[in-house]
């Protein structure tokens, strides 16, 4: 069965059948979004285990939510935020979630942008050579930095969202930006004679 899922009329009748507790309806859902969904969950972890545990976590949540879903986005956005969420909530619990307590001041820091050597450097790593290096940061860093440059989120928003200062994320950026920086070079240096 294919559905468009820009289509909020088939979302709905699909809808209507998760919540009636039809299978092949859930079947659907998950078969549909798994493919989509397991990147963003495993940008936000650590290991394939652990993206696996917040991707059915999520999965989880949205069958429980399927009621609140509004049609005024799209459902695909929908179900990204709640993976999101649950990567969020699973980041809470975790003891080695430590994030920095003491924020950098704005003068000491720039805008990280890249050089264009950089730019280079990053350009030429396949996308899933990117998501290990990002699994490599430690869980604080890895979780500001999705939420600033994948999510959109401002500093102030991340804040609020983790319970911590502004100037914290602005540090938790700052230094998950300057590691991911320092995980590449490492990288390039050890794989520079190899096609990437």
């Known amino acids: 069965m294919k559905i468009n899922w820009n289509n909020n009329d088939e979302v709905k009748v699909i809808i209507e059948k998760c919540k009636k507790g039809d299978l092949m309806s859930q ?5 549909s979004f798994y493919g989509k969904m397991l990147p963003v969950c495993m940008r936000y972890s650590k290991n394939k285990e652990e ?33 999101v969420n649950t990567a969020i909530d699973m980041f ?26 950089e730019e280079k450097m990053i ?8 998501l290990n290096l990002i699994q490599q940061l430690p869980p604080a860093y890895r979780m500001v ?11 102030a928003e991340i804040a609020q969202l983790l319970g911590i200062k502004e100037g914290t994320s602005k540090s938790n950026y700052f230094k998950a930006k300057e590691k991911l ?15 990437i």
Do not use: A, C
């Not at 001041?105 to 050597?117: F, M, T, V, W």
């Not at 920086?181 to 096609?195: A, D, F, R, T, V």
């Open 27 to 31: 079947e659907l859902i998950y078969k």
């Open 51 to 83: 993206s696996y545990d917040i991707l059915q976590e999520g999965f989880v949540k949205v069958f429980n939510n399927l009621s609140s879903f509004n049609f005024k986005g799209s459902f695909e956005g929908w179900i990204r935020r709640i993976m």
């Open 92 to 117: 809470r619990k975790s003891k080695s979630s430590t994030l920095l307590t003491e924020p950098i001041s704005d003068n000491s820091i720039e805008e990280i942008y890249l050089n264009d050597e």
């Open 123 to 130: 350009e030429e790593l396949k996308g899933e050579i990117i």
């Open 145 to 155: 930095l999705n939420l600033y440059v994948f999510e959109n989120l401002t500093h």
């Open 181 to 195: 920086k320092k995980l590449i070079i490492e990288y390039k240096k050890q794989h520079e004679y190899e096609i």
